[in-house]
């Protein structure tokens, strides 16, 4: 029985010197909590996260800046440029064209239209106003067919030719009209504008059939 005490005693003394070696306190591999793991997990998640929405913020703002459009002269004011400078009235012009377009990265306005027989061809830049371009043409022949060989068909037999074709339009909606050789055969060459649309067509001068037409929306 005494040996046994002795015994328990001897384990209890070991343990006591092994527990005061270790500061008296046990080591325990302590785990943390649960809240404690997810507040990690959700601060690693914002820390990666974070940069990809700014990343989507940036691209967003530079698509937004690339498609901005900036100008301070508008359509109608363009063509008031182009008109004073031509020193042709909005009365007495028929405006063909009309477009926004692109000079290099530069916006401008194409504007092109017709009065007096001459055509008229202007680019605008939207930003200031500026004629960036201009220059006029004139279409209106007043060349005589007379003495020429192989024409059979008048020019006015001819205008009306192409007039019947344009219901409602008159010899005032012709703006361009020339007397042309192709391969040696004589020919009308000449243009209509009525109604939104340009008519463009070529007569033969020798039949007087309509050997080309086109039409084509010029709002």
Known sequence: MMKRKLILTGAALSLAVAMTGCGGKPVINQQPSSQEKNAVDTQAQTETTAPAADSATTQSSAAATAQTVTGTVDEETAQKIALEHAGVKATDATITKSKLDYEG???????????????????????????????????????????????????????????????????????????????????????????????????????????????????
């Open 105 to 219: 990265r530069r916006q401008v306005y194409e504007i092109e239209w017709y009065a007096g027989g001459k055509k008229y061809d202007y680019e605008i830049a939207v930003d200031t106003g500026e004629i960036l371009s201009s220059g006029y043409d004139e279409k209106t022949s007043g060349w005589s067919v007379s003495n020429s060989s192989n024409v059979t068909v008048s020019e006015a037999d001819a205008k009306q030719t192409a007039l019947g074709r344009v219901s409602g339009a008159t010899e005032k909606d012709i703006y361009e009209w020339e007397f042309d050789y192709d391969d040696g055969r004589p020919e009308y060459e000449g243009k209509i504008i009525y109604g939104g649309t340009e008519y463009d067509f070529t007569i033969d001068a020798s039949s007087g059939a309509v050997v080309e037409w086109e039409a084509e929306s010029v709002r």
